[in-house]
């Protein structure tokens, strides 16, 4: 049985460490998020809306630049600063559909803005994984 998990866990290592990883970083966003929200700023507010969701992904991504390198994809690029670049650009493009989304969901809909993040946060994370992929941790192989 161990063995046999041992097995599936390498077979997908990539895969399980993303999980583990996104959800990580899905708690660093939400929980910074909400610090922003309960703080500082009205969720209310569409530019305050938008401050609290940057504030909070710009935490997210700092820790999930760190944790993706070393533990999802293992990188061994010694070109550090273009990596995180190209890492960073990526996360942009899936920041900006978050924020469409959130605005969508909490301004237009008027869902509350904390069950709206929340589910945002799989499609985010979905997304950020291909292009991790694809376009980021992509070996020279």
């Given at each position: ?6 097995q ?7 895969l399980?460490?993303?999980?583990i990883i996104?959800?990580l970083?899905?708690v660093?966003?939400?929980v910074s ?6 703080v ?6 569409l ?6 969701n ?7 991504v ?7 390198r ?11 600063l ?9 996360r942009?493009?899936?920041?900006l559909?978050e924020m469409?989304c959130?605005t969508?969901l ?14 945002v946060?799989f ?5 950020n994984?291909?292009?991790s ?9």
């Open positions: 049985m161990i063995q046999t998990i041992k599936l866990y390498f077979r997908y290592k990539e399980i460490n993303y999980v996104g959800g970083t899905t660093v966003s939400l998020y909400y610090f922003f929200t309960t500082f700023l009205d969720p209310q507010d530019f305050q809306l938008m401050a609290a940057t504030f909070s992904w710009i935490c997210a700092s820790f999930a630049y760190i944790t993706n070393k533990f999802v994809f293992e990188s061994k690029s010694t070109d550090k273009r990596e995180m670049l190209k890492f960073f650009n990526a942009v493009f899936t920041l559909i469409a959130m969508l909490v301004n237009i809909l008027h869902w509350y803005d904390r069950i709206s993040k929340f589910v946060q499609i985010v994370m979905a997304l994984y291909i292009f992929k694809l376009f980021v941790f992509r070996s020279k192989e």
